[in-house]
């Protein structure tokens, strides 16, 4: 039990890094594209014209990266949340060890 626990658990940090990953290449993608069409001043994402020619489709990226930012949230919760259950099920295997050892000196 413990085992699949810590096996899910590194698992979805896995998974976590890897959507890091990707969410930095299309932040960098993006702020390169947003370099190129106006190198003046600084512009927000959010303020780009769409109809722009640009390398990667704006809107689909915005997309895309508020979808990954949530399922990093979500995945990271749930990640959180196996950490402190494994804690707990290791706490109460420790406890029921002493238990067991308490009884047999007895």
Not at 60 to 78: F, I, P, T, V
Request: charged share 30%.
């Amino acid at each position: 039990m413990f085992a699949y626990v810590h096996i899910q658990v590194s698992q979805l940090r896995h998974d976590l890094s890897m959507k890091d990953e990707l969410l930095q290449f299309y932040t960098n993608a993006a702020e390169e594209s947003e370099g190129e069409s106006n190198t003046s001043t600084p512009v927000r994402l959010s303020e780009l014209n769409v109809s722009t020619p640009t390398p990667f489709p704006l809107d689909s990226l915005q997309k895309k990266l508020k979808d990954l930012e949530e399922e990093n949230k979500s995945l990271r919760s749930a990640a959180n949340h196996l950490e402190t259950e494994t804690i707990s099920y290791e706490e109460k295997e420790q406890q029921l060890v002493n238990d067991c050892v308490k009884e047999l000196r007895e």
